[in-house]
Structure formats: C-alpha cells, structure tokens
C-alpha cells in the first residue's frame, strides 16, 4: 500500500510524467476505432462475400490443384477437378447436420464477339438473303442494301480522310478501290439477283475497313440459376426474368451489362455523371475531358449502327434539343461538346430525348450472345439473355462484385470443353479408325530426344476423287434441358450455406470425412473470396503495421521521458534508500509508475476513441463507393465498439509503457545511496 | 608390320568411312538463313491444288483425350485455304476459310461466320493456322544463324527467326528452327514476344509428293509431335490422304461450306 501511495504522489508531483499518460490516452484513442473499423471490414466482407455466392464454404474434390474461388483472380480460374456425379455429392453433403442448403458451381471466364458497324449489317444481310426467293425477300433486300450503300458512304468518307492524313499501305488499295466502288448505287444494281456474289466482296474486302470488331468478356459462375437466385439473400433481378427450371441461359452480371454492352457513348456520359456527383469538374479533371472528346470519336461508328429510320428521328430530336438545323453528325458533335455548365443538362436531354432513338444496349433480354470459354478451348454456345442482375448493396453498375455472370450449369459444362460419356467412348472409336491406339499407349512423348525424321514416298491422288465433302455438321444445344442431365453430370465445386448457429469450423472436418467416390475438401468464404477477400487480408496487415509503428512510438518516448524522471530523482532515490528502502521496492515503484500512467492514459483514451466512434458514425456511415460497399458489406457502414477488442486495446497500450518503463526502473533503481545522496547535494 | 593387319586397317577405314561419305554426298549444301528458308519453303509448297486429311491426337495434362479429324484445302498460287472440321460430331462443320487478308471462322451450331484476328487455339486445340497452311517462313520471319546442336550424335543447325510484322498473322513472334544436315526442319520451338516458349514441334517423318503441275518433288509433313508449353497438352497430328487435283471452283466460299453440312 506504501508502494502504491508513494507511486501516486510521485506520478501527482511530476507533470512531466503525464506526458506518458497522454501517450498512452492517445494511441488507445486511435486504436479503439481503427480495431472497431477492421473488424467492421472483415465482416462486412465476409456477409458481402457469403450472400453473394461464396455461401458459409466451398466444397470441391480434395485432390485438386488449386482450391475454388468465385471469382477469377490474376491467375485466372483455379484448376480444380471435377465431382463426378454433382447429385452424389450434395445428397451425402445435405445429410449433413446443419447444412440449409448446397448449391453447384463452377467458374468460367467467357467472351462473345462483337463484330465492327459493317460485320453486324452485313449479317442481317446474308441472313435475309438466305430465305426463299419471294418479292417480299427482294423488298427488304432493297431496303437494307440502300440503308447498307448509305453508311458506305460515311465509311467511304471517312477512309478518304484517313488516306489524306496517312501514307496508304499498297496493299489496301484494292479494298480501297472496293469500298468506294460498293457506295456507288452502281454496285448495288444486281443485288436482289445475286446477292451472295455482292456479300463476298462486301465481307471480305469492304467490312475490315470499319475495324477488327471486339472480344466482350463475359465471366460467368455456371450454377443452377432459380437454386441461386432462391440460396444468396443479396440476388436481385434488375431486368428481364429468372429463366424456368430446365431453360438453359444467362443472367448477366448488371456491371458488365452496363460496362461492356451498353451504348459506349452512353456509358461514357454515365461515367461522367458519376465522376461530376463525387465532385469532379470539366475545368479541373482531365479525365472528363478525355472522355468528351472520346465520345466525339465515336460518332462515326454510332452513325454506321443506325438505320435510316433511326438516324431521321435522331436528327430531328437533336435539332429540337439544340434549336436549329444541321446535318446529323454536326449535330452530334454539338450535342457531345460538354462543360461544367451544359452536362447536367444534356445528360437529361440524352436519356429523354435521344435514347429513344438509339440502339441503347447491344443486347437486351430475350436476345441470344454466343458465349465461349476461350481458355478452355470449349465450343461456342448460342444463349439466351433471360436478365439482367446485381447483388443488393453491393456497389452499383460499375461494381466488381457485379461483374459475374450466371449461366446454367449443363452449359457451363459444355463451355468448359470437358466431354461428356459418350464423346469419350467416340474419342476411343476414333483412334482406333485413325490407328492411333498405339500411340494412345506411349503416353507423353520427350522433346528432347529427336532423330532426323524419316522422308517416305508418298502417294498422292492427282485426279479429283470426285466425292463431295458432306457430313452432318454439329447442332447447337436444345433450349432446355432435363433435370437428370442437372444434377446427374459433373461440377466443379458446391456452395454449401449454413443453418443459424452451425459452425463452418465444425463443418469441414465431417465434409472431408465424407464417404463417396472422391474425397472432398472445403474452403470458407475467405479463400473462396479470392482476390475480394485477400483486399480484406491487406488492410488487416496495413492496419496491424500501423499499430506496431503506433506502439513503438509510444515505447520510444515512454522511455525516454521515464529515463529522464528517473535521473531527476536520484537524489529522492538515496534519501528512500538511506531510510531503509529496499532497491527492488524502489524498481517496483517505478514500475509501477510506469503501470498506472500506462493504465489510466488507455482507459481514458479508450473512452475517448469510443465516443469519438459514436459521435463520427452516429446512424451509420454512408458509403457512395461501389468498392467500398462491398468490403462495408452494404452502402452503409455502422461500425459497432466491440468490447473485447477495445480491452485489448487496453491492455496492450499499458503493456507497452510498462515495458518501456523497466530500463528506467532499473536504472533509476540500481543508484547507490551514498552516491545518490552525493549527487542529490550537489 | 605385317601386310595383313596393314590390309585389315585400311578396309576398317574404308568401311568407317563410307557412312560418312554416303552422309557428306546426301547432306545439302549450307545455305544462308534467308537462304535456307527460301529453300525450305520452296521444297514444301505445291503449284497444284491441295487437299488433305489431318488427323490429330490430342492428350491433355489432366489425362484428357481428343481425337480430330480436319479436312484441308489449299489453292496456294491464291493463299486461299479451307479447313474445316469433320469429326468429332460435337465439332464437325467447325471451319476456317481465309479470303485474302481476312480469315472467317464458321460455327455449325449458330451458322454463323465471324471474322477473327486469332491465329491460334484453332478447332478448340492449339493447333494453329499456319499447321494447315503452306511453309511460308520467309516471307514472314529473317533469321539468324545460331550455331549447331549435336542431339543422339548429328549435327543440327540451329537458327533463330524474328517475325517480320509481330502484329501481323505468324502465330508465334519468335520461331527457333533445328534443322538436319538434309535442310529438313526437325525441331521447331514458338515463343512469345518475351521469349517465353509456348510450343514445341517434333517433326517426325515427311513424305515426298511429285507434284503433277511443277512436276517437282515437294516435302509434306507426314506426322508432327506438338507440344504446348503453357497448358502442358500434347497433340500427335498425322497429315494424310493428299490429293493434288484441281478443286472445285467454289470452294473457297462461304456458300460452299454452308451446303455440304447435312
């Protein structure tokens, strides 16, 4: 009691001290929240994370390479193995106590190609051309080759500049010559006759001339698409429908929607108008400017993708908007010429007046894309749009989290190129009729043992054999699909979502201890988060180093001002030593100088940091960034104070000073008193 | 020394060094890299139309099999090239058709032709166009000279090729060339701009054609070893059932590939 008195006057007498006090008050102060924060953080991405089709784990075959996640990384997909038979694997995962439901999954990465203004005119032609000879097939013929002669002018116009400006390739100058020759009304004179004569010059030496056309990525998580919709609380359909159980389709993720399907023109004016609402301006931005005057760019092909009936009513719905005649592409660039005080404006005046008149999405639901895993080298196949979708809370339109697209699983099978029963057993027939079953045997062959290869006669047929090539070529996949063909082929990972008050820690031993055919593994919601959890693991390091560096403030001038107090009190320190005082009760007392400073400063500061956590978030945080939504879980973040986090707060603080108050303690503690007293009276 | 020992050493030499003669009189002379492709090409292109059936056998890393079957018709004075898919049934009808600078790809399933600006992973494998085209190393790469490699006792020339338009079509920026003392290419090695490898060939046999419009003898690749290096697949393609007749006029249309699908 005498010890702990002595140290109260000491830390009342000296001022000086408190200086480690406040310290401690402060780095207590800012650690409450910021633990608050990143537990705040860690669980929004984790709710984020598991009601967005991650589920509570991720169950796939235990000897794949890599384990799954639902979303493609840097590295791409991970390689994983596939469960043989799905509907196996998730009765025995259901029978499971305190599994709510499992749902099939399997990522892809997908693209569809998008060809330039000309290829898409080009193919409406030959489709039109393809149907029966009739007066009404030569009508439309004659309507969209003079609406197809038309945009040739412009590109015509357009190639006339380009040559003007640049040294033509030789090479071009037939394809030139082509062009021109195709926006004459001369070339189109025989049309109707033979339209697939014209077609051919057209495709091959006229429509390169507008560009290469595009490859639009599409990455998709093939699931059992009502299961899905039903299993993750944050699906929400934006446009179009769920597709009925056994239609095959896509919902497309509505960021990727907007992103890459949408008008470019129109997404640009979006991206604008997000920028100007977070405060940016024409004046100060470079970035707004860039993408005005990439807009103005794009005129040209716009005007390749409408039609005449289309492009009138645009003309006079600009000429009402700006008030006064012109031609349409003049228009146009009025129109785009966009500042600080025309923007809001005009945005109003694109979507009102304009957007009618425009082909505002490439692709609208009840359209077929034909998708493709290009990684996998599966086939191309056609599908059905059904909707459109997005993740409540999630971010917006420009959101990562709303990028994935959902397609149905027997398609996603197919798009992975995996084959199914019968097209191994063809595999097999095939090599025996090519007398490859040898080879077959050798496996894989070395690169680096070679000989010279062998030269053999051959023969060859030097007359036509005179048989035609004729075979029956592939079919696209039905429409729909039975449920046999679901559940009963083979998937890449599962879902499984947990029932309230089941732990996923106690989960996964029994998954892996699953009898079967494989043996499965599980993953939570972290590893199967991918690159959107690892963000999480980032800021928990950037948060951690902070307070390291935090605390090693603290010790450094803990002890530095400790040490100097220290020194000031030798002679204080003989006199206690000359009455009798022990020296282990002299470091004792600075110790605990050290403890109480330490201690009370955390406490208070801890009580600071927490009402400065209420007072900031009050009702709630909120976030206007798509990004950030997702790591927040939601578009507002209401960080909760946790006790046991702020405890530790606490606790560490005073440890901290304490430490950093034993070399004081010891020093000031190891003075003899003689010494001491000496030291005192001079 | 004796006069038989003396006998039996000269005819040991005799008998040691026929081979090597045999080899030295068959053995090409050393041409100049360029020089060297112009001849390679040359000995591998045909003046008479051209179609073929290339088989091919593809193994996976994960233990995957594929068996394919792609019928190839070539009119080379014209670079026009056909090649279209026949078997498996969930492939067949899958074609490429090149018309000048333009190469279309088919898809039976959609009946849709799309322009495409990839050259390889064609027919869902990594084959490339450039396996069904005729030899054109030197139009599109120069090459260097990168000394001899000695593999299981020969000789071969090692020559290093840089694409000269890398955005153009070749498949592959950089090409290395192993090639025997007959100027046959044996090993062939594609890397990407970086250097990275990303295919290897191992030409294992050629057969020779006399080819009924030049009346030349022109070298075909008879069967290849392919090996990609990035996925780890490895393909053996066999190159047969050649005829050098004039094809039908309309072939190379996309009319003509439309209406031999059932």
Redesign the interface.
Same mark, same amino acid.
């Given at each position: 009691m005498t010890l702990w008195w002595l140290t109260l006057q000491g830390v009342v007498s000296r001022p000086r001290s408190w200086v480690v006090g406040f310290l401690a008050a402060g780095a207590a102060a800012l650690l409450t929240p910021g633990a608050s924060l990143m537990r705040s953080i860690h669980d929004g991405t984790r709710r984020s994370l598991i009601e967005s089709g991650a589920g509570d784990l991720q169950v796939y075959v235990a000897s794949s390479p890599e384990s799954p996640s639902v979303v493609p990384g840097p590295g791409g997909v991970p390689e994983l *193995?596939p469960m043989p038979d799905y509907a196996v694997a998730e009765s025995s995962l259901r029978a499971l106590p305190g599994v709510r439901d499992v749902v099939p999954l399997e990522l892809g990465m997908g693209s569809t190609?998008r060809?330039n203004s000309l290829?898409d005119k080009l193919?409406v032609l +030959?489709a039109a051309s393809r149907a029966p000879a009739s007066a009404e097939r030569d009508a439309r013929l004659r309507r969209l080759g003079e609406d197809l002669r038309r945009t040739l002018e412009g590109v015509a116009r357009d190639s006339r500049r380009r040559t003007e400006a640049f040294v033509d390739d030789p *090479?071009d100058a037939d394809?030139l010559s082509a062009l021109r020759a195709a926006s004459m009304p001369a070339f189109w004179a025989h049309f109707t006759e033979s339209p697939?004569d014209v077609l051919?010059v057209l495709?091959?030496?006229v #429509? +390169?001339q507008a560009g290469?056309?595009e490859e639009l990525s599409v990455d998709y998580l093939g699931t059992d698409l009502p299961r899905f919709a039903r299993a993750f609380p944050r699906f929400e359909l934006v446009t179009g429908q769920l597709p009925p159980a056994g239609a095959r389709g896509l919902l497309m993720g509505q960021a990727t929607y907007e992103q890459s399907f949408k008008l470019p023109i129109a997404a640009r004016l979006d991206e604008l108008n997000r920028e100007r609402e977070r405060g940016a301006t024409f004046a100060e931005d470079e970035r707004l400017r860039t993408l005005v005057t990439r807009n103005t760019e794009e005129i040209p092909d716009l005007l390749a993708r409408l039609d005449v009936e289309r492009a009138t009513a645009l003309q006079a719905a600009l000429a009402r908007v700006l008030g006064g005649d012109g031609e349409l592409p003049a228009l146009l660039a009025r129109f785009l010429a966009l500042d600080d005080a025309n923007f809001d404006a005009r945005y109003g005046q694109f979507y009102a007046e304009l957007a009618p008149h425009l082909p505002l999405y490439r692709l609208r639901p009840g359209d077929t894309l *034909?998708l493709r895993n290009?990684l996998e080298?599966?086939? #191309?196949?056609?599908m059905r749009l059904w909707g459109t979708f997005r993740f409540q809370g999630l971010g917006g339109d420009d959101g990562r989290a709303n990028a994935v697209s959902l397609v149905d699983l027997v398609s996603a099978r197919q798009l992975s190129?995996? =084959?199914t029963r019968a097209?191994?057993a063809?595999?097999q027939q095939? =090599?025996e009729t090519?007398g490859?079953q040898k080879?077959?045997a050798l496996? +894989?062959?070395s =690169?680096? $043992?070679?000989?010279?290869?062998? *030269?053999?006669?051959?023969? $060859?047929?030097?007359? !036509? !054999?005179g048989t035609? =090539?004729?075979? +029956?070529?592939?079919? #696209?996949?039905p429409d729909t699909f039975t449920e046999d063909e679901l559940n009963h082929g083979s998937a890449m990972h599962a879902a499984v979502l947990l029932a309230p008050g089941a732990s996923a820690e106690e989960l996964a031993p029994r998954i892996a201890a699953l009898p079967g055919e494989v043996e499965l593994a599980s993953v939570g919601w972290q590893e199967a988060g991918g690159i959107l959890a690892g963000l999480v693991g980032m800021t928990q390091v950037v948060l951690s180093l902070f307070a390291l560096l935090l605390a090693l403030f603290v010790a450094l001038v803990s002890a530095g001002t400790l040490l100097l107090l220290a020194r000031q009190r030798v002679g204080e320190v003989g006199t206690l030593r000359a009455l009798g005082m022990q020296r282990s009760e002299v470091f004792a007392s600075l110790l605990l100088e050290g403890l109480l400073l330490g201690g009370a400063g955390s406490v208070v500061g801890a009580l600071v940091g927490a009402g400065l956590l209420r007072v900031w978030t009050g009702q709630g945080i909120a976030i206007q960034n798509s990004a950030l939504q997702f790591f927040l879980g939601g578009p507002v973040l209401r960080p909760e104070l946790m006790p046991s986090a702020t405890a530790v707060v606490v606790l560490g603080v005073t440890a901290v000073v304490v430490l950093s108050a034993l070399v004081p303690a010891w020093r000031g503690s190891s003075v003899a008193p003689g010494v001491a007293m000496r030291r005192s009276e001079d | 020394m004796h006069a038989r020992p003396r006998v039996s050493a000269v005819l040991l030499g005799i008998a040691l060094l026929l081979p090597a003669v045999g080899a030295a009189a068959e053995a090409e002379a050393k041409l100049a890299p360029e020089a060297l492709l112009r001849h390679i090409d040359e000995k591998m292109s045909f003046a008479s139309d051209y179609k073929g059936v290339v088989r091919m056998f593809e193994t996976k890393k994960d233990g995957t099999k594929r068996a394919l079957e792609v019928n190839v018709y070539r009119r080379e004075k014209t670079r026009e090239l056909l090649f279209v898919s026949t078997q498996p049934a969930h492939l067949a009808g899958q074609g490429y058709l090149r018309i000048g600078r333009n190469l279309w790809e088919y898809d039976p399933g959609t009946g849709a032709w799309r322009r495409t600006t990839q050259r390889t992973n064609v027919l869902t494998t990594f084959a490339c166009e450039t396996d069904f085209d005729r030899s054109r190393l030197a139009e599109d790469y120069t090459a260097a000279e990168e000394g001899q490699e000695s593999v299981s006792g020969v000789a071969y020339r090692k020559l290093l090729l840089t694409a000269k338009d890398p955005n153009g079509t070749v498949p592959f920026a950089l090409l290395r060339l192993w090639v025997d003392p007959q100027n046959n290419i044996v090993k062939r090695v594609g890397y990407a701009p970086s250097g990275k490898p990303l295919r290897t060939d191992i030409v294992r046999s050629y057969q020779r054609f006399k080819d009924p419009v030049s009346q030349q003898q022109v070298l075909h690749y008879r069967e290849v070893l392919e090996t990609d290096e990035q996925q780890g697949s490895q393909m053996l393609v066999r190159y047969e059932e050649v005829e050098l007749a004039p094809l039908d006029a309309n072939i190379f249309t996309k009319a003509w590939l439309e209406s031999r699908m059932r």
């Open positions: *193995v190609f060809g290829d193919a +030959r *090479v394809d697939q051919e495709e091959n030496k #429509a +390169r290469e056309g *034909v290009p080298q599966g086939p #191309a196949i056609p190129g995996r =084959l097209q191994n063809e595999t095939l =090599l090519f490859m080879d077959e496996g +894989r062959q =690169l680096d $043992a070679f000989q010279p290869p062998e *030269v053999v006669e051959g023969e $060859a047929r030097t007359t !036509s !054999s035609q =090539l004729s075979f +029956r070529g592939a079919r #696209a996949p | -």
